[in-house]
């Protein structure tokens, strides 16, 4: 099955530095990624559309200059929190599918960020 | 726009049956997705409905109507493990093709003993 990785699992960083996460497609090609934030006991909320070779599409009310994403390959892209706050800190989840459109997301294991 | 409604939470018995209900409103109808999600843990895929009916798919089934913009999942023997949020989505048509998933609320399922 598709399988999606995300790195890292956890990470804790200090208020003003930069995050950087990946999401990679294991064993698919996936021209469309996207980000989700998870809040405590809420749901995920999409932040952005990631298409390799061209600019994410962002979710309405996502600062594009804070987070930003790169999808520089069929199987990588990366969302990097600048600047990073307090108010930051929640669940970032990626996820992918392949080229058939009505196929299922594939979820990576997501991203635990807790900004000091 | 979409607009996606589903319980906060329920409660059942276990080896019980229980039904999850959404509801939605979409734009344009692509299917609906539904997710089983753990707490601190990713989404993971539980059943996808595209044409009106039932899905059966071992103790989980789903269900369709498309005309009442409605669905619902259906738990059989539940056990304590499907303690669990449950997610459903709808995708809508992104502009360069593909689609991208808008989830509900989640209804968070508490199986009991």
């Known amino acids: 099955g598709a399988v999606v990785s995300q790195h890292p699992s956890r990470v804790i960083c200090k208020s003003g530095t930069s995050v950087k996460i990946e999401c990679r497609s294991l064993?698919?090609?996936?021209?469309?990624m996207f980000w989700y934030r998870q809040f405590p006991k809420q749901s995920l909320m999409l932040m952005a559309t990631?298409?390799?070779?061209?600019?994410?599409?962002?979710e309405q009310g996502v600062e594009k200059d804070k987070f930003l994403i790169n999808h520089a390959s069929l199987t990588l892209s990366t969302l990097t929190v600048t600047s990073a706050h307090p108010e930051d800190s929640s669940f970032y989840i990626c996820?992918?599918?392949?080229?058939?459109?009505?196929?299922?997301?594939?979820f990576g294991n997501g991203t635990r960020l807790t900004v000091t | 726009g979409q607009n996606i409604d589903q319980p906060t939470e329920m409660t059942a018995t276990e080896g019980a049956i229980v039904q999850i209900n959404c509801t939605y409103q979409?734009?344009?109808?692509?299917?609906l997705f539904w997710y089983q999600q753990h707490a601190g843990e990713a989404p993971t895929f539980l059943s996808y409905?595209?044409?009106?009916g039932l899905e059966e798919k071992g103790r989980f089934s789903s269900f369709l109507s498309r005309s009442k913009g409605y669905s619902y999942l259906l738990l059989k023997e539940l056990q304590m493990k499907d303690s669990a949020s449950y997610l459903c989505?709808?995708?809508?048509?992104?502009?360069?093709?593909?689609?991208?998933?808008?989830f509900g609320t989640g209804t968070q399922l508490k199986v009991e003993l």
């Open positions: 996820s992918a599918r392949d080229l058939d459109i009505n196929s299922p997301l594939h």
């Open positions: 064993d698919f090609q996936a021209t469309t």
């Open positions: 990631s298409n390799e070779g061209s600019k994410a599409t962002y």
């Open positions: 979409t734009s344009g109808f692509n299917g």
């Open positions: 409905n595209v044409l009106d």
């Open positions: 989505a709808v995708p809508s048509i992104l502009t360069g093709g593909g689609n991208k998933l808008t």
